[in-house]
């Protein structure tokens, strides 16, 4: 066989929800160093909206997607550790996850154990290996250290928080609802703060005596980034890793010398899986935490892959929990 159709999400130009649009595309090959994975279920992340609207700027026209679960079809020139139908799931640059079929780079796809389903293999790959990298690489750690976690019962959120219960370390969740604070609290946050009605700078002070966490993660960005900087620890760290209110505005260095020699940390999980081998391991730790029971996928949502629209329109809305699937 040497070309197929497949259906994939397309934008011609950045904008809304309705400028995703459903088109067929052919698929050849895989070349040196490729595989063609037939997808089982796409992952929905909040980048593909940055992606969408053009804050993370792409050439048009471009696919949309960044992770998938699927079976190998067929395997180039090249690569040793995936074989004609494997099951794999990945999260991996350039974008296009959300198809049927796609030929992609191997070095970001990785084996999935079979405990895992696709539809948490799908759900896991992207939000996971960010939470493990947050974790143990952007700096590791201790246990017993305090870690105060926006938007807690997001993708990225409830595995944080199962994530922190199980290497002890005290996690404190943010959420903008009673119910959502409750869902961080039953996947493990030690603490949450409802931040829509409460302030969450003083209820950080109180819960830590005073002396604030040791690190913050801020995936919502403008809305949270200033005050978080108020939570944090002499010599704290804060790790600004997404924007989902909108880009952090410029950082005065002086600021961060007057409130207690904080170190800032900007993230991207893709500078930290660009190297194959440490993606593979980011990868198995996550999956190895899956499969040990001390992370569980919730997938809060599904939605079919021509109702992508919608998907984007309710992560946008913040009416999902957890994590969301597109079925194929
Ligand atoms: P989530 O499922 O966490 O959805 C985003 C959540 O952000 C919402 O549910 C909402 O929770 C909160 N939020 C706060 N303000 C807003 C707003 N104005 N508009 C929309 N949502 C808002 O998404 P993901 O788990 O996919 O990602 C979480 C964050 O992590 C995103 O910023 C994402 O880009 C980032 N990310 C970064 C990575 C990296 O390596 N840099 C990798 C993966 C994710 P609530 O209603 O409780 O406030």
Redesign the pocket.
């Given at each position: 066989m040497t070309s197929q159709t497949s259906r994939a999400v397309v934008i011609s130009k950045p904008g809304g929800p309705e400028v995703l649009e459903l088109r067929q595309q052919e698929v050849g090959e895989p070349g040196a160093g490729e595989v063609r994975v037939r997808h089982a279920v796409c992952g929905?992340?909040?980048?593909d909206?940055?992606q969408r609207t053009g804050l993370y700027p792409l050439e048009m026209p471009h696919a949309l997607g960044m992770e998938a679960s699927g079976t190998v079809e067929a395997v180039g020139d090249g690569v040793t550790h995936l074989a004609v139908g494997d099951r794999v799931a990945y999260a991996a640059m350039p974008p296009g996850a959300y198809c049927d079929v796609r030929v992609m780079p191997a070095a970001q796809v990785c084996p999935l154990p079979d405990a895992l389903s696709f539809e948490e293999g799908a759900a896991i790959m992207?939000?996971g290996?960010?939470v493990e990298?947050?974790f143990h690489r952007t700096y590791p750690i201790a246990k017993g250290e305090k870690v105060l976690f926006?938007?807690?019962?997001?993708?990225?959120?409830l595995l944080a928080c199962q994530w922190a219960k199980s290497e002890g370390i005290e996690l404190i969740g943010?959420?903008?609802?009673d119910e959502?604070c409750e869902l961080a609290r039953a996947h493990g946050a030690a603490h949450v703060i409802n931040?829509?009605t409460e302030n969450f700078v003083e209820r950080v002070s109180e819960i830590t005596n005073g002396k604030g966490v040791d690190v913050v993660m801020d995936?919502?960005?403008?809305?949270?980034f200033d005050a978080s900087l108020d939570c944090l620890k002499p010599l704290g760290i804060m790790m600004s890793?997404?924007?989902?209110?909108?880009p952090v505005p410029p950082v005065s260095l002086l600021t961060l010398a007057a409130k207690g020699s904080l170190k800032v940390a900007?993230?991207?999980?893709?500078?930290?899986t660009a190297d194959p081998e440490r993606c593979q391991d980011m990868a198995r730790h996550v999956l190895g935490k899956v499969v040990s029971g001390d992370v569980k996928v919730k997938i809060g949502q599904r939605f079919p892959l021509e109702q992508v629209a919608d998907a984007h329109r309710a992560?946008?809305?913040?009416?999902?929990?957890?994590?969301?699937v597109l079925t194929l």
């Amino acid at each position: 066989m040497t070309s197929q159709t497949s259906r994939a999400v397309v934008i011609s130009k950045p904008g809304g929800p309705e400028v995703l649009e459903l088109r067929q595309q052919e698929v050849g090959e895989p070349g040196a160093g490729e595989v063609r994975v037939r997808h089982a279920v796409c992952g929905l992340n909040y980048i593909d909206v940055y992606q969408r609207t053009g804050l993370y700027p792409l050439e048009m026209p471009h696919a949309l997607g960044m992770e998938a679960s699927g079976t190998v079809e067929a395997v180039g020139d090249g690569v040793t550790h995936l074989a004609v139908g494997d099951r794999v799931a990945y999260a991996a640059m350039p974008p296009g996850a959300y198809c049927d079929v796609r030929v992609m780079p191997a070095a970001q796809v990785c084996p999935l154990p079979d405990a895992l389903s696709f539809e948490e293999g799908a759900a896991i790959m992207l939000q996971g290996m960010t939470v493990e990298y947050l974790f143990h690489r952007t700096y590791p750690i201790a246990k017993g250290e305090k870690v105060l976690f926006h938007a807690a019962a997001g993708g990225v959120g409830l595995l944080a928080c199962q994530w922190a219960k199980s290497e002890g370390i005290e996690l404190i969740g943010t959420a903008s609802t009673d119910e959502k604070c409750e869902l961080a609290r039953a996947h493990g946050a030690a603490h949450v703060i409802n931040y829509r009605t409460e302030n969450f700078v003083e209820r950080v002070s109180e819960i830590t005596n005073g002396k604030g966490v040791d690190v913050v993660m801020d995936g919502v960005g403008k809305d949270t980034f200033d005050a978080s900087l108020d939570c944090l620890k002499p010599l704290g760290i804060m790790m600004s890793f997404g924007n989902a209110s909108g880009p952090v505005p410029p950082v005065s260095l002086l600021t961060l010398a007057a409130k207690g020699s904080l170190k800032v940390a900007r993230t991207t999980l893709f500078t930290y899986t660009a190297d194959p081998e440490r993606c593979q391991d980011m990868a198995r730790h996550v999956l190895g935490k899956v499969v040990s029971g001390d992370v569980k996928v919730k997938i809060g949502q599904r939605f079919p892959l021509e109702q992508v629209a919608d998907a984007h329109r309710a992560l946008e809305a913040r009416e999902t929990i957890g994590s969301t699937v597109l079925t194929l």
